[in-house]
């Protein structure tokens, strides 16, 4: 897809291309990649990177149904970056989006590690490349998880793994 530049101005651009992206997503069409004159520009990364699921059914499918956006935020006082992340599943099925339970949502992550806090609760890293996503607890179609975190780049953030479940159901 190419964006047209609202603007003569880079900013313009950047803002035409991120809200371009974005009715794509809310429209569900494939593949999701954006570019901008100064180079290619990755929206999602989900499943396989860059490109949503095309089912016909409602229902969960797992990792398929998760999407992470990432984007810069406010850098620290002291010059540090930081980011901006958010973690949606994309899941339609059910009104109150119980028919999408997922849980055990588990990231791809590196080495991660923050400036600045990040809510473990939301966040934490368990060991090399494997971060665990809301305490492990279910996140209902059309819920988002956020969080910032401050470094001096960008990690990769992609999912490893998440499991359907029946949010009724009681844990052990």
């Known amino acids: 897809m190419r964006a047209s ?18 009715l794509i997503v809310l429209l569900g069409s494939a593949p999701l990649a954006a570019s901008d004159d100064e180079g290619s520009v990755d929206v999602v990364a989900a499943g396989e990177a860059g490109v949503l699921p095309s089912r016909m059914d409602e229902g969960c499918s797992g990792a398929e149904d998760i999407a992470i956006y990432q984007g810069h935020a406010s ?28 849980a055990g949502i588990h990231i791809r992550c590196g080495w991660f590690s923050s400036v600045s806090l990040v809510d473990p609760s939301k966040f934490r890293r368990l060991g090399h490349d494997d971060c665990l996503l809301n305490d492990g607890r279910p996140l209902l ?11 001096s780049f960008p990690y990769t953030l992609t999912v490893r793994l998440a499991t359907c479940v029946d949010p009724t159901a009681s844990s052990p």
């Open 5 to 22: 530049p609202s603007s003569s101005s880079t900013g313009g651009s950047r803002v035409a291309l991120v809200a371009s992206a974005w």
């Open 75 to 102: 850098s620290l006082p002291s010059g540090v970056p930081a980011y901006k992340v958010d973690v949606v599943n994309r899941c339609l099925g059910g009104l109150d989006g119980g028919e999408c339970a997922i």
């Open 141 to 151: 179609g059309g819920e988002t998880v956020s969080f910032e975190y401050a470094n």
